[in-house]
């Protein structure tokens, strides 16, 4: 793993903590950090070593994206795919993928870790599913 990709790692956490601040409100801040953490699972093991070694940075990063996702509207904002709280699905999935512990916001029978892994396949070449689908039930 590259140091580039630990800071966009931390970046991302940090911008998802960043989320308290606008409770409420329209914001592509969810789609950054989409944006970042994208570019990480490109080297999809990456994603998960960086998830083990900063899992204590994520846990307040998994509580201002529920919190968030629970104030607003599922807007659309910023250049990714979907509505804020589709985002926040997907920022809580990636997220988790050291734990397979997923939480969705919205669309819990559209939104499963298959539909997300896919989802990410086809829209930045992101192959998940071996990291995530092994033993998810």
Not at 10 to 23: D, G
Not at 30 to 38: D, E, T
Not at 47 to 62: F, G, K, R, V
Request: aromatic fraction near 8%; glycine fraction near 4%.
């Amino acid at each position: 793993m590259n140091k580039l990709s630990a800071e966009k790692f931390l970046q991302a956490v940090e911008i998802c903590k960043s989320l308290e601040t606008v409770l409420t409100q329209r914001s592509t801040l969810p789609c950054a950090a989409i944006q970042l953490l994208c570019e990480v699972a490109r080297e999809p093991r990456d994603l998960l070593d960086l998830c083990h070694q900063y899992h204590s940075q994520i846990e307040p990063a998994l509580t201002a994206i529920a919190n968030y996702a629970a104030s607003v509207d599922n807007w659309q904002a910023g250049d990714c795919p979907f509505g804020v709280k589709d985002h926040c699905n997907i920022l809580h999935f990636l997220l988790n993928v050291h734990t397979k512990k997923f939480e969705f916001f919205r669309g819990r029978e559209t939104f499963t870790p298959e539909v997300i892994c896919e989802f990410l396949n086809d829209w930045q070449g992101i192959d998940l599913a071996p990291l995530v689908l092994v033993g998810v039930v």
